[in-house]
């Protein structure tokens, strides 16, 4: 488990911790590999990004193997998140994507408000 | 920390490498880089991608505005050498018909072009 301050010094160590994910998951493949971590970089970002405006001042990020599913949790500190509209930006949109990204690259996000904390699952089906 | 390396070519291309990961934190400076280069007079500008590990939204964000920048003063903003991350996340965004990478530095911007 990681627990950091929600910033954007937190992007390295998420980086290292999926690392040590794929030491123990030899039959994810890397084409795979690539879509979940850039899906959980993206969450840390946009946690780490949002964390000044919402309150955020810790994130917390758990990565499991289960039978069906490589899960990332993450859990942060902030205010309840409002989700945007959805679907793509225009071509030419600076910002944005991130999370169309993140739902693009995995098989599911889910978004949840728990006790005054946010959390985001990240799953990737084997 | 993610660093990055700039040069202009003979044909007068400037050529950015970002090293390392291209997120939030890079992306601020590479717009500032792309903007310096046109403000210098060089529109044509190559983001070699070669070195740069990882790529977020934040990262595409500063690529597309890059992209804006130097079409709005003539020139225009090519990927190169980008390894499979980055195009993955190309891919899932549906972007690389509209910063369409090439393979390397040199082919970015052909003679004549």
Known sequence: MLRAPAGPEALGPVHDLLAQLW???PGIDEPARLRFET?????????????AASGASVLE???????????????????????GPGGWPPDDAERGRGLELVRAAVDALRYERDGGRNRWVVVLGR | MTEFETETTDAGV??????????MVAAPRLRALVSQLVAGGTARVVVDLSSTDSMDSSGL?????????????????????????????????????????????????????
Do not use: C, M, W, Y
């Open chain 1, 23 to 25: 030491a123990g998951e």
């Open chain 1, 39 to 51: 899906a959980v970089a993206e969450i840390a970002a946009n946690i780490a990004e949002h964390a």
């Open chain 2, 61 to 113: 964000g500063a690529l597309i505005a890059g992209l804006k920048t130097t079409r709005q003063a003539g020139g225009d903003l090519r990927l190169a050498g980008a390894g499979p991350q980055v195009q993955a996340v190309l891919e899932l965004t549906n972007l690389g018909r509209v910063l369409r990478p090439r393979p390397d530095v040199a082919s970015a911007f052909p003679v004549g072009d």
């Open chain 1, 61 to 83: 990020l758990r990565l499991r193997g289960l039978p069906d599913r490589v899960e990332a949790v993450f859990e942060d500190d902030g205010g309840p998140v409002a989700p």
């Open chain 2, 14 to 23: 400037g050529v950015i490498r970002p090293v390392g990961r291209l997120n």
